[in-house]
């Protein structure tokens, strides 16, 4: 595996094939899958993060291949990721992910269903007015850390409620190219520590991330021992 910084460079609006890029994309995503080939049929073999710095769209790539910079517009570091955990160790963590969860309708069809707005709803359908109900950060807070911690074992890792922040909450809503239809989803943004329950299981959840909508830039989780300034390895 392979993590990489990505960043526009300064001069790319420059160049050509920078506008070729932005009018055949649509988001960040498109940017991201771009650095991994040409193919449609390509299966996703990497996360990502997107962020920006100075003003200019910046990536972070945990992959299976290392991204190739075929438009000469990006800067692109890239060193192997080889995390090495212990049970017991303690990480800090940041993760931006779609929180959801899965009920089915009358019909017995499975739909996903954004936390936040689950817990909204029921409170709405409990009757409890307005100027009653929780203010939203409180109710991000609560749905995104219990959505966190029911996932956790799983992932290899515990959480305790007063050493995560769950914040950021945004919704997403674009247009695709093709077929003219919506795509929406939520996210919020999860910060604090974590203990390693199972090293395994964790380092899987490195390369696999969390919940759904990864094709967005949602799920990756990065770590890094607590009083370190670099990612596990």
Not at 26 to 36: I, K, N, P, Q, S
Not at 83 to 109: C, M, W
Not at 163 to 179: A, S
Not at 213 to 224: S, T
């Amino acid at each position: 595996m392979f993590i990489s910084q990505v960043k526009l460079r300064h001069d790319a609006r420059d160049k050509r094939q920078y506008w070729r890029l932005i009018q055949e994309s649509y988001r960040f995503h498109a940017l991201v899958w771009d650095l991994f080939g040409e193919d449609p049929d390509q299966e996703r073999d990497f996360l990502y993060r997107a962020d920006a710095s100075q003003n200019l769209p910046t990536f972070l790539v945990v992959s299976e291949r290392e991204p190739v910079n075929r438009f000469d517009v990006w800067d692109i570091v890239t060193k192997p990721y080889d995390p090495h955990l212990y049970t017991g160790q303690r990480l800090s963590f940041v993760l931006r992910a779609n929180p959801v969860i899965k009920k089915r309708d009358e019909q017995k069809k499975q739909h996903r269903h954004d936390v936040v707005m689950e817990v909204k709803s029921q409170l709405e359908k409990e009757g409890i007015a307005p100027l009653h109900r929780p203010p939203e950060p409180e109710i991000v807070q609560e749905a995104g850390y219990v959505w966190l911690s029911s996932r956790a074992d799983l992932c290899g890792f515990q959480v305790t409620r007063h050493e995560v922040i769950c914040d950021g909450y945004m919704q997403n809503r674009f247009k695709k190219p093709k077929g003219n239809h919506d795509v929406r989803f939520s996210t919020i943004e999860f910060t604090g520590l974590l203990t390693v329950t199972n090293p395994d299981a964790l380092i899987s959840t490195l390369f696999s991330g969390i919940g759904p909508e990864k094709g967005f830039g949602c799920g990756l989780l990065l770590v890094k021992p607590v009083g370190d300034g670099q990612d596990a390895s």
